[in-house]
């Protein structure tokens, strides 16, 4: 007995011990949830493409609405440095005919998908339910890369929110769209061998449109261009000149073909 007595006691004290510490072990795990930056002004659009995707800024909430099967885009900058969390939730009627899963993808500005660290990035939610929450955390942007890798480097980044499977019926219901990118960092360059030339920024603007004037005056250049051999001989049209030009050239090939392949006479 006398053995058992202290046994039982140092098991009871580790129990307790136990106990104490898990919520404090479960509260240092615990992230706390992205909250928007005070004063910002909520986002009520969303892009259908990635050239019409609405720009907003870290810390800057978003609520649209839109329908089921609608693809939403967003982006936003990313400076070197910095870990962006995207967080969104998304509301629909509880009367739904089956379950249906959802996706939330980021891009870099050359278009390439960027991996997510953590967060729940394609979820499946019941048809029971009236809410399903997605979320992905971006490895954080670095000041430069080589060329063949996918590392997330600082420019513009892409947010598309969509639905990958779900029943026909409920194809085109109403839904609320609550999405938040949040930055962690100060966005300085970190201790790194290099540095990017210039931000990963989409061209959006290829070409520019001429004006009147000066669509007027080119298209004169190029008719006094090609009007040059038509003024020497006003009579014909470069139709008729070239196809006269091919007639005689073919004319000299057959000669001299003939004349090549012709057997000499015998005495």
């Known amino acids: 007995m006398s053995v058992r007595t202290p046994l039982r006691s140092?098991?009871?004290l580790l129990a307790v011990a136990g106990a104490t510490l898990l919520p404090t072990a479960a509260a240092?795990?615990?992230?706390?949830?992205?909250?928007p930056s005070p004063g910002a002004q909520t986002v009520t659009r969303a892009g259908t493409s990635f050239l019409t995707a609405t720009a907003i800024n870290a810390g800057q909430p978003v609520r649209v609405g839109a329908s089921t099967g609608d693809h939403l885009y967003w982006s936003f900058t990313a400076a070197a440095g910095q870990v962006h969390d995207i967080t969104a939730t998304v509301t629909f009627p509880r009367n739904r005919s089956g379950a249906s899963t959802w996706t939330v993808e980021v891009f870099d500005g050359l278009?390439?998908?960027?991996?997510?660290?953590a967060g729940a990035q394609t979820p499946t939610v019941e048809a029971a339910s009236g809410t399903v929450s997605l979320g992905?955390?971006?490895?954080?942007?670095?000041?430069?890369?080589?060329?063949w890798s996918a590392d997330p480097l600082p420019g513009t980044y892409y947010v598309r929110l969509s639905v990958v499977d779900l029943p026909e019926p409920d194809l085109?219901?109403?839904?609320?769209?609550?999405?938040?990118?949040?930055a962690d960092g100060d966005g300085g360059a970190p201790a790194d061998d290099g540095e990017l030339a210039a931000p990963l920024v989409p061209n959006t603007r290829a070409g520019a449109l001429l004006s009147e004037d000066a669509a007027t005056a080119s298209a004169a250049t190029d008719e006094e261009q090609d009007s040059g051999l038509a003024d020497l001989l006003p009579a014909l049209g470069s139709r008729w000149i070239w196809?006269?030009?091919?007639?005689?050239?073919?004319?000299?090939?057959?000669?001299?073909g003939f004349a090549l392949t012709r057997r000499p006479r015998r005495p």
């Open 111 to 117: 278009r390439r998908r960027q991996a997510c660290t």
């Open 172 to 182: 085109g219901a109403p839904i609320d769209v609550d999405l938040l990118v949040s």
């Open 243 to 256: 196809t006269g030009v091919g007639g005689i050239l073919a004319a000299v090939a057959g000669v001299v």
């Open 136 to 147: 992905c955390t971006l490895r954080e942007v670095r000041p430069w890369a080589e060329p």
């Open 28 to 35: 240092a795990d615990a992230t706390p949830a992205p909250t």
């Open 10 to 12: 140092t098991v009871a």
